[in-house]
């Protein structure tokens, strides 16, 4: 089993910056593929960025890309996000997945993933 557990969250104005952190336990982040996803209310649980195990390739939705940065220290067991230059549209409940490797990787998917954390409230005002 793996633990993951988020921090980071918050209020912030738009144009502001937070740092999202997941910390995995049960198992060594270089065995994982992760993930991070977003629910805001009313809407359906959609994809934001990933991080392959492999070779750490990056994946991220378009409406974050150039803003947000997937990052991970193995060391640490830690995976973060680096959210910039935020906007109200990305208000939601951020959540962490984990992949255990197997097969073909869908970063984008929430199939993929085995394991989530309990997720972070990021609220972005105008």
């Known amino acids: 089993q793996v633990q993951l557990v988020e921090s980071g969250g918050g209020l912030v104005q738009a144009g502001g910056s937070l740092r999202l952190s997941c910390a995995a336990s049960?198992?060594?982040?270089?065995?994982?593929?992760m993930g991070w996803f977003r629910q805001a209310p009313g809407k359906e649980r959609e994809f934001v960025a990933a991080?392959?195990?492999?070779?750490?390739?990056?994946y991220y939705t378009d409406s974050v890309k150039g803003r947000f940065t997937v990052s991970r220290d193995n060391a640490k067991n830690t995976v973060y996000l680096q959210m910039n230059s935020l906007k109200p549209e990305d208000t939601a409940v951020y959540y962490c997945?984990?992949?255990?490797?197997?097969?073909?990787?869908?970063?984008?998917?929430?199939?993929?993933?085995?394991?989530w954390g309990q997720g972070t409230q990021v609220t972005v005002s105008s």
């Open positions: 997945a984990a992949d255990r490797p197997g097969g073909y990787y869908r970063p984008s998917s929430r199939s993929a993933y085995d394991f």
């Open positions: 049960g198992r060594t982040l270089s065995s994982l593929n």
């Open positions: 991080i392959k195990r492999s070779d750490g390739t990056e």
